[in-house]
């Protein structure tokens, strides 16, 4: 969508910004991922309680859940 602003100099036509926030990610393809690549994301230091997790295990896709800073890694099946 273009909009015209009017000032000194006569209108300029001015490009919309795109929305970046509105933009995800594509999610990756776990079927050909023999090992893991999975982060496990929890509500405490001491991971107490298990709120989401993203990435590939073992050939399958998990995408559940939230994110926190208390998290792990893990890359092996």
Known sequence: ML???VGCGGPMEQEAEPNL??????????????NANLHRYYNDAAHTQLIGEFGCYCGGLYY???RSVY???IQEC
Do not use: H, T, V
Request: proline letters at 13%; aromatic letters at 8%; charged letters at 15%.
């Open 64 to 66: 559940w859940g939230g």
């Open 21 to 34: 926030a509105s933009q995800e990610a594509p999610l990756p393809d776990c079927s050909n991922e023999p």
């Open 71 to 73: 998290s792990e890694y």
């Open 3 to 5: 909009a015209m602003a």
